[in-house]
């Protein structure tokens, strides 16, 4: 058996990757089951599955991460750790035990007991019931290595072959876990993602690997092999080109496998800085998706009319046109393209590969006048409108 780790650019097709192989599999007596984080992703999944196998099919699972620790490792075996039954999970957006607004613990959240049990107030709630998601995965594996790891044993018998997606927004205790089953489990684990597309993590803390470099690593040591997917299915090679520079050479280059443009937007293509002076006639001639940081951020720039997303929502999307309202922080690659990003500033040079990589036939950034002329990248004037 060979556990995979595919890095998967955007556009590259990784949804088609999962759904050709699980329905190849599925056609072979097989079963498969695909983990992935956001929701928006588990409905792509199923729609695309259904479009390509042509209808419903029971050996064709998608689950949510916290869904997968809690039914699939954590509820079947958590009565060696804890006696009454976890029937949910509690969302926490910061540590729950932390002292609010302070940096110690509270008193009897310590993992385990004086008698080397574990504590049920680290994992769960008061009520005992729910479990901590900021602990989930901890608790799965814990609960792994407390059963010698039959939770492994159990998913190899009911499933044939397992995708892990999005594995770049996993971090520390998923890391552990993904490395028990590795070990023990029969059937193959492809872990595909892309580290230059991480925008959202799944726990907080310190706990290691955190960092595109420490986790590629991590797939490293657990003995993964490593494939890429380097074709582009949805940008001109222009933009492709642009977005390999955020990340400096640090991954394959990506080409355009786009052959052809369709005839309605072949009036508008290539990369493009927009003065803020030009961007309400920019956007009347071309209705570009405008991607920005943050619902507060251009709001003295942009029209009321402009449709707008935040680089996040973004992701796992296209669109035709895009113009992007840069941060300060961002702003330097713009304009020479040659300052590299700071190390503590790895989302914003993540969130500004994946806003680039929305784009299909034409790419936009916000530039103020002062700083547009004699850069790198072409300015755009509003007098070629519909020409350019």
């Known amino acids: 058996m060979t556990n995979t780790l595919c890095i998967a650019g955007a556009g590259s097709g990784k949804t088609e990757k999962i759904i050709t192989e699980s329905i190849a599999e599925i056609e072979r007596g097989g079963k498969v089951l695909v983990v992935t984080y956001t929701t928006s992703n588990q409905h792509e999944l199923r729609r695309r599955f259904i479009s390509s196998f042509g209808k419903h099919s029971d050996s064709f699972v998608v689950k949510g991460l916290f869904s997968f620790y809690l039914e699939d490792m954590v509820?079947?075996?958590?009565?060696?750790?804890?006696?009454q039954r976890i029937d949910g999970m509690f969302f926490n957006e910061q540590n729950p035990h932390l002292q609010h607004g302070k940096h110690y613990m509270l008193r009897g959240r310590q993992e385990q007991l004086e008698d080397k049990s574990y504590n049920p107030s680290h994992f769960l709630?008061?009520?005992?019931?729910?479990v901590h998601s900021a602990f989930l995965a901890k608790l799965a594996a814990r609960v792994a290595k407390a059963t010698r790891n039959a939770t492994s044993d159990r998913l190899g018998e009911i499933y044939s072959k397992v995708y892990f997606d999005e594995v770049q927004d996993l971090v520390g205790w998923d890391y552990d876990v993904l490395?028990?089953?590795?070990?023990?489990?029969?059937?193959?684990?492809?872990?595909?993602?892309?580290?230059?597309?991480?925008?959202?993590?799944?726990?907080?803390?310190?706990?290691k690997p955190k960092t595109a470099e420490e986790k590629i690593a991590a797939f490293k040591s657990m003995g993964f092999k490593q494939d890429a997917l380097a074709l582009n299915y949805r940008s001109i090679q222009a933009i492709c080109t642009v977005a390999d520079e955020v990340h400096k050479s640090a991954y394959q280059g990506s080409k355009s496998a786009v052959d052809s443009i369709p005839f309605e937007f072949a009036h508008h293509v290539g990369v493009f800085v927009v003065k803020e002076s030009d961007v309400i006639d920019y956007i009347a001639a071309y209705d570009p998706m405008v991607l920005r940081w943050s619902l507060a951020s251009g709001s003295k720039i942009l029209p009321i009319t402009a449709r707008c997303s935040n680089f996040g929502s973004s992701k796992g999307l296209g669109f035709n046109h895009v113009l992007i309202l840069p941060t300060p922080k961002q702003l330097n690659f713009i304009l020479d393209g040659v300052t590299p990003f700071p190390e503590k500033e790895e989302v914003a040079q993540n969130k500004m590969y994946v806003a680039i990589t929305r784009a299909r036939y034409s790419l936009g950034f916000i530039v103020s006048d002062k700083k547009a002329e004699g850069l790198r990248i072409p300015v755009w004037k509003s007098s070629l409108a519909g020409r350019v």
């Open 75 to 83: 509820r079947p075996y958590q009565q060696v750790l804890f006696t």
């Open 125 to 130: 709630t008061k009520c005992k019931t729910k």
């Open 179 to 207: 490395k028990v089953l590795s070990k023990e489990m029969k059937s193959p684990i492809i872990c595909v993602g892309d580290f230059r597309q991480t925008v959202y993590e799944t726990t907080f803390g310190h706990k």
